[in-house]
């Protein structure tokens, strides 16, 4: 099966604009979970889709908004960027059923905003 | 408050050196998992533990869920520059919520 795939792989923005953000799960794969990586605050929860609803949201302001379509590919939003919004979002894919808590992690996108 | 803290935050050793890598919380965890990153990449499962007290085995790595599933360690044996990376462990499973929570990372450097 092929991994998760994210689009773009490189991103600069500048402080004010915003920008979107595109996943693509593994086939099969209904839930997509959102995180941003930095090095200050490591690995945190964005949001999860799951048959184009949110199930779950972290703690982030309502500039982070994040949509699922029918074929379970999500995308992420950010309005008026921030400096501090430059980070590594990475987009994970999960089975339906995931007691686990197991992630399959894209190569993620690299935001900078300048 | 960070839910699970790692230790130690950053590793430096030689090729052929042992070392374990820790992960520690005091929360339960229905799960735990534990993620490799290479720079400019995701984060790659490497294993999943579900049992308190269970051990598994991948290859050189042996990974430890505590009796209590409060904690967790990796151990490397004979490290190799190809183990160099960040190690992460994720928590699922706390007040029923399967949203794992990650560690800040293990920073993994192997030189040959």
């Known amino acids: 099966k092929a991994g998760v795939t994210q689009t773009p792989r490189y991103l600069i923005k500048t402080r004010g604009q915003q920008v979107t953000l595109s996943c693509s799960p593994i086939s099969g794969h209904r839930s997509v979970s959102w995180y941003q990586q930095t090095p200050g605050q490591g690995l945190q929860f964005l949001f999860e889709y799951f048959s184009e609803t949110q199930r779950n949201k972290g703690n982030f302001p309502g500039r982070f908004s994040g949509r699922q379509f029918s074929n379970s590919r999500s995308e992420m939003n950010v309005s008026t960027l921030e400096l501090g919004d430059s980070a590594l979002y990475l987009c994970?894919?999960?089975?339906?059923?995931?007691?686990?808590?197991?992630?399959?992690f894209g190569p993620g996108t690299r935001l900078t905003v300048t | 408050t960070q839910l699970l803290e790692q230790s130690p935050q950053f590793l430096s050793i030689q090729e052929g050196e042992n070392l374990t890598v820790y992960c520690n919380s005091s929360s339960v965890f229905s799960s735990l998992q534990w993620y490799r990153q290479e720079p400019g990449e995701g984060p790659v499962l490497l294993v999943t533990v579900v049992t308190g007290g269970e051990v598994k085995k991948l290859k050189r790595l042996t990974f430890q869920f505590g009796d209590a599933r409060k904690d967790s360690s990796l151990h490397i044996t004979a490290a190799q520059p190809g183990d160099t990376g960040l190690y992460l462990c994720a928590g699922a499973g706390t007040g029923g919520s399967y949203i794992p929570t990650f560690g800040r990372g293990t920073s993994l450097i192997v030189h040959p």
């Open positions: 994970a894919s999960s089975p339906r059923t995931n007691l686990a808590g197991e992630q399959y």
